[in-house]
């Protein structure tokens, strides 16, 4: 087993996000898991990430507030326990349109030769 307290998880910076703070809860690290990372974001008000597409796909899960997600034919607002799957290589965007932060877990495999 490998254990990352909440008070120990470390914080990064994703690329092409704004007002959003994220720590990483797991991966990258040894005895870590060996195929994914999962890291827990804050969307401040007013924040978000994209347009853009990565060749990985990715889950988010909501744990508070909400987020608005848009991907080439498709717009949703996901609420808290909502999820969802962007496949590699579909440009999305996240942004947070309320007035209080939105809390998400997103989980990612690893890019190629990262591990």
């Not at 690329?15 to 720590?23: E, K």
């Not at 040894?30 to 853009?52: I, K, N, R, T």
């Not at 597409?53 to 608005?68: C, F, H, N, Q, R």
């Amino acid at each position: 087993m490998h254990l990352t307290r909440f008070g120990e998880a470390q914080p990064y910076e994703a690329p092409n996000h704004r007002d959003v703070r994220s720590l990483r809860l797991q991966g990258f690290m040894p005895g870590g898991p060996e195929g994914f990372w999962v890291g827990l974001s804050h969307f401040l008000p007013g924040g978000g990430a994209g347009p853009d597409a990565s060749p990985l796909e990715k889950v988010y899960v909501v744990l508070a507030g909400a987020i608005t997600v848009k991907t080439a034919g498709n717009e949703v607002v996901l609420g808290p326990l909502d999820s969802c799957t962007i496949p590699g290589g579909e440009s999305r965007e996240v942004v947070n349109h309320g007035n209080e932060v939105a809390t998400i877990v997103v989980v990612m495999p690893y890019p190629p030769g990262a591990r």
